[in-house]
């Protein structure tokens, strides 16, 4: 995993939330099974082993995290997807007509509010999800 890979998933699973701290720890024990550049950002995909922590059922959706990269006027944002409790897909991707950079240099990173909102992020997310702590 690249510089740039790891610190948007550090701050996209960012927070005391316990579906965020078992995606941490899938994460630890996770492979990239691909890297796929699509001009204007790129697809990273995970192989999560079957023995890792599942976080709940159903779809996640995180993208709640921006980005600016050295001369980009824009900047872009980055979506992770969590399918059937492991994570599956970060995809980043800039804004407007620009191409991303061949040695992009991340500048900043933040979300879409300040202090970030879990609670309004988690309002998107399956009603079924649980915890690893409180399944039964």
Same mark, same amino acid.
């Given at each position: ?7 948007? @998933?550090?701050?996209?699973?960012? =927070?005391?939330?316990? !579906? *965020? ?5 899938? #994460? $630890? ?39 600016? @990269?050295?001369g980009?006027?824009y =900047?872009?944002?980055? !979506? *992770? ?5 492991? #994570? $599956? ?48």
């Amino acid at each position: 995993m690249n510089d740039i890979e790891r610190q948007l @998933l550090d701050a996209l699973l960012s =927070g005391d939330d316990p !579906i *965020l701290l078992t995606l941490r720890d899938q #994460l $630890s024990k996770s492979k990239i099974e691909s890297r796929e550049l699509s001009g204007v950002g790129f697809f990273l995909n995970f192989s999560v082993p079957e023995s890792a922590p599942r976080a709940g059922s159903g779809r996640i959706v995180i993208g709640d995290v921006y980005f600016d @990269l050295e001369g980009i006027e824009y =900047g872009g944002g980055a !979506i *992770l997807f969590v399918d059937d409790g492991h #994570l $599956s897909m970060l995809e980043a991707y800039l804004f407007g007509n620009e191409k991303w950079p061949t040695q992009p240099i991340l500048t900043r990173i933040y979300y879409d509010s300040d202090p970030r909102d879990i609670e309004s992020l988690r309002k998107n997310w399956p009603t079924q999800q649980t915890a690893p702590a409180d399944r039964r």
